[in-house]
């Protein structure tokens, strides 16, 4: 009787099949996981700009996954593991090839060491937050931070040099000498695998009187985006390095405050 009860089961979800808003989250991780294989392409082939692109998009790609999936309802484990794998690719991997071939490649012992050091920090990062996934016992106010600079800012971090150079060449014997970009890449590293707390926006609430100041804003930095592509998104990345010190007084002083609340309660 159970093995026909099984059967049945079993076929009945072959003729209902998966519903297309399910697999649209993971479509969209496909979709960041080719950009970063593509940039790790590009950046063999020295096509630089095009490189920076494919990771700007996998970012652009893995913001919108998680959001559709939570919007549709459509969280998955499978979405959540591959989600991570595709992290490990495009904010690991082709950020660390990209930097080695565009400056370490010269250096090619200790070049690579720091790529590697790069990617495995991006490896360990990304192990650590599957992990706090599980964990239902952080305060509240941990809600709006992460530990540590998430994998696509820690990757805008990492090419920031690139960024720059395209739009101030003059500038480049400086941000493409080995011992900038090797700092730079251990700086990073460090950050990713650090317990800093980072502010994120995934929680925050806008106010309703801030409603039409924030779509001027949207729509200046797209123009700025269509003008000045490159300046523009590395001013974005200059003022989230600015905003992680402000994030970790932030966060103390939230800190603060809820225990003394405890301590009253």
Known sequence: MKTINNKLLLSKQKLTGTPFRKLLPSMLTMMALCSGVTSIRFAIQDQWSKAVICIFLAALFDGLDGRVARFLKAS????????????????????????????????????????????????????????????????????????????????????????????????????????????????????????????????????????????????????FMISQPWLTLGLMICLYIIFIPIGVVKFWIERYRYYKEKERV
Not at 103 to 132: E, I, K, V, Y
Not at 177 to 194: A, D, E, G, P, Q
Not at 198 to 215: C, D, E, G, H
């Open 76 to 223: 998955t484990k499978f979405g959540a593991e591959l989600d991570s794998l595709s992290d490990f690719v495009s904010f690991g991997v082709a950020p660390a090839i990209l930097m080695y071939q565009w400056a370490l490649a010269d250096f090619p012992r200790f070049g690579w060491l720091f790529s590697l050091l790069f990617a495995m920090g991006m490896a360990l990062r990304l192990a650590r937050f599957n992990t706090m996934l599980e964990e239902n016992n952080q305060p509240a106010y941990w809600s709006h931070y992460f530990v540590g600079v998430p994998a696509p800012a820690a990757a805008a971090m990492a090419i920031m040099p690139v960024l720059v150079c395209f739009d101030f060449p003059e500038f480049e014997p400086v941000l493409r000498s080995k011992i900038f970009c090797t700092i730079l890449l251990s700086v990073v590293s460090f950050l990713m695998v650090s317990r800093i707390p980072t502010i994120s926006i995934k929680k925050t609430k806008v106010q309703n009187y801030m409603l039409l100041p924030l779509m001027l804003f949207v729509v200046i930095f797209i123009n």
